[in-house]
């Protein structure tokens, strides 16, 4: 195995840390613990490049704690995030730049979690095929509780030690690791962990698992992991139940992480495999009911009734979010979801007009402007049950929301996994 004995010069080369803000700036975030934007980093870029090489040729570089925020996860628990300031992303980064391409071309086939030309779609679709095309129907859902939080620093230096003995970049990753939390003011030490939101973390949770992957491969067992998402796919039940207990003793035994037992399960693709915000069914791919009432209620939120925002300017803002959750979703069966669902965004979007209009004169007058000679019901703009009525819908037929540009999920292709494979 070939080791790379210094690395540090390449870390701290000027044209190296230049690319390392690009990529930060690229991935926006929020400031760290001393409230310094990327946008006035950026300001003062020449002098920052200047200030980080410096302190990392001369060995004084200290990463300042990071900020702990909390993101709510689908099961309504909150999840820890730990952002580092512009400055220690930038450095971070840098040192991704050099030792990513070190480590990930030996990665796990099967390993898609924050990977170059890797995709949550890349995972789903691997599963899918082990499940139908290679009939191993059955499934360990394995759950591991705060993985990014539980890492043991000494084993991650270790595998990293591996290909890598330049003595300063160990030193310079274990500050990383060991730079602490900082929330409400007070100061916590952080002996295991590697912050979930830290640019390199997601690096060393792939060389941390690495090992797993491995030994899962060694033994002949299929798995697709997507960070610490893992499924391991068996013939019958109770070999998934022998591969269960193997899993779970590499990673608590071997890594010292926490298996869930009480959310690890195993399942079969007759029941369904819930995997990134998918079920995995026989020949069928759906998306998870969770998955569909968040993307609605945060529908919702966007099109409120009596706000004071048009419905052109609501579109503006509703666009990237339909386009984001079609491009996620559409490796599913669920070309008749995306067209209910675009319905129904219409339907709210004209019950948004109705309250523009406030009076029923002004649904007429627009009907006249269209041709319709028909009769002129009077309703009332206020009831949802009305944004329904055919005289609406040729009031604002759909042709109207394509002149507003509103994307339109029905027109998505669908069920696109041969792309993926």
């Known amino acids: 195995m070939k080791k790379y004995y210094s690395l540090i010069d390449k870390i701290y080369n000027k044209n190296n840390i230049l690319e390392a803000f ?34 990392l040729k001369e ?11 909390y993101i709510e996860k689908d099961d309504g628990t909150q999840r820890p995030l730990g ?47 082990f499940l139908n095309k290679w009939e191993l129907e059955y499934v360990v859902d394995m759950d591991l509780s705060k993985c990014f939080d539980t890492l043991n620093h000494e084993l991650i230096i270790k595998s990293i030690n591996e290909k890598i003995s330049d003595g300063k970049v160990l030193r310079l990753i274990r500050t990383f690791l060991e730079s602490g939390i900082l929330e409400d003011g007070a100061f916590e030490e952080t002996p295991i962990g590697s912050p979930q939101g830290g640019v390199i973390s997601p690096l060393l949770m792939n ?41 779970t003793n590499i990673l ?23 995997y990134l915000g998918f079920i995995i069914k026989r020949n069928y791919i759906s998306i998870h009911p969770k998955r569909i009432k968040k993307f609605k209620d945060k529908i919702r939120d966007l099109t409120p009734r009596n706000s004071g925002t048009n419905v052109e300017t609501l579109v503006k803002e509703l666009n ?86 509103l994307f339109d999920m029905s027109k998505v292709e669908t069920k696109v996994l041969y792309r993926y494979y």
């Open 252 to 274: 608590q035994n071997e890594l010292k992480l926490t298996v869930n037992s009480k959310k690890t399960h195993i399942t079969n693709v007759y029941k369904g495999v819930p």
């Open 22 to 55: 690009k990529r930060v700036k690229k991935n926006k975030g929020a400031p760290g613990v001393d409230g310094e934007t990327v946008e006035y980093f950026q300001s003062l870029l020449v002098d920052k490049i200047n200030e980080i090489h410096c302190e």
């Open 83 to 129: 952002i580092p300031t512009v400055k220690d992303r930038v450095v971070q980064q840098a040192v991704r730049n050099i030792i990513e391409p070190i480590f990930e071309p030996n990665f796990h086939p099967s390993s898609y979690g924050y990977r170059p030309n890797c995709s949550c779609q890349k995972a789903v679709a691997k599963a899918e095929r």
């Open 207 to 247: 060389i941390y698992m690495d090992k797993f992957d491995k030994k899962m491969m060694e033994k002949g067992i299929r798995i697709v992991r997507y960070a610490d998402d893992i499924l391991v796919f068996a013939k019958s039940e109770s070999e998934a139940g022998r591969y269960r207990t193997i899993a």
């Open 320 to 405: 990237p979010v339909l386009r984001g959750w079609c491009n996620y979703f559409k490796i599913a069966n669920c070309k008749v979801l995306f067209g209910n669902i675009a319905g129904w965004i219409r339907r709210r979007l004209r019950m948004k007009k109705m309250k523009e209009w406030k009076s029923y004169k002004s649904l007429h007058k627009t009907l006249r402007r269209n041709g319709y000679k028909g009769d002129f019901k009077k309703i009332r703009m206020w009831r949802w049950r009305n944004s329904a009525s055919p005289l609406l819908s040729m009031a604002l037929p759909n042709s109207w929301f394509d002149e507003i540009k």
């Open 59 to 69: 060995g004084i570089y200290k990463p300042s704690p990071v900020r702990r925020t």
